[in-house]
């Protein structure tokens, strides 16, 4: 009786010591789980929820954060910041620029506001003081313009501007072409004085200057040698239709290599 009584003792302190054992275990094993969980959540971003997938904000690069600030303005109806943008655009500094360096040409320079809407033609025009053929402009005046400037051997900016010229799809593309060749002819004595705060920005021309006789001739491109500032310079321009394209654009610059550059560079059709 006394033995059976012992081996009940005996068998039942076994039983509460292992239950003991394992709720100890079990709790220690808890614990651990919690601090490795908190470990991790504390190594995370402090903007970033656990369990939360990282994302990565998209990159803006030096130049286009370069470029927007230079043309960027608040109201795209005030002359003003129209005047200051184009100033901040012809003085550019190069060197914030790596990649024109190797191309030789800037990217295409509408001035426009944050939300993306530009200035309209003949606001740009009548800030910075210069005109365009009326004909041209009728053709134009509802179609893209862009500035961009080349950067020759001596590390000098030859300026020039584009516009997109013709009436939509209900005209031929190739009699829209015309149209515009015609017109641009009609408009070659003139366009140096029209044009002279666009092409020489940063020349002062006389009266003298401006109204010397500007006689274009037929090469590569139609082309007129011009007397800048006591130096000689030219204007170049060329009317590109593209069969696959629904635009016909007009470009004209102060150099035939920097009009090679925006054919080649400037523009995807």
Request: with cysteine.
């Amino acid at each position: 009786m006394k033995k059976n009584i012992l081996i009940t003792i005996v068998v039942s302190a076994v039983i509460i010591f292992s239950g003991l054992f394992f709720w100890i275990k079990s709790g220690i094993k808890e614990e651990a789980k919690e601090q490795n969980e908190t470990q991790v959540a504390s190594q995370l971003p402090a903007n970033l929820p656990v369990n939360s997938p990282s994302q990565k904000p998209v990159a803006v690069s030096a130049e286009e954060t370069a470029k927007d600030s230079v043309v960027r303005v608040q109201d795209v109806n005030n002359e003003n910041q129209i005047q200051n943008a184009y100033k901040k655009y012809i003085n550019q500094d190069l060197n914030a620029f790596p990649s024109y360096l190797k191309t030789g040409i800037s990217q295409d320079y509408p001035i426009n506001d944050e939300n993306g809407k530009m200035a309209s033609l003949q606001m740009f025009l009548s800030s910075i003081d210069a005109q365009i053929n009326p004909q041209i402009k009728q053709m134009i005046s509802s179609k893209y313009y862009g500035m961009f400037y080349c950067i020759n051997i001596q590390k000098q900016k030859e300026f020039g501007i584009t516009f997109d010229a013709g009436y939509g799809d209900s005209k031929d593309l190739k009699i829209e072409g015309l149209e515009a060749k015609a017109n641009m002819k009609k408009w070659e004595p003139f366009m140096l004085k029209d044009l002279h705060n666009i092409l020489f920005p940063s020349n002062q021309l006389s009266e003298a200057e401006l109204g010397q006789t500007v006689s274009f001739q037929d090469g590569e491109f139609r082309y007129a040698t011009v007397n800048v500032s006591g130096e000689k310079n030219s204007i170049n321009y060329t009317v590109e239709t593209h069969e696959d394209s629904s635009v016909n654009r007009i470009y004209i610059t102060t150099s035939q290599a920097c009009l090679r550059k925006a054919l080649d560079n400037l523009f995807d059709y």
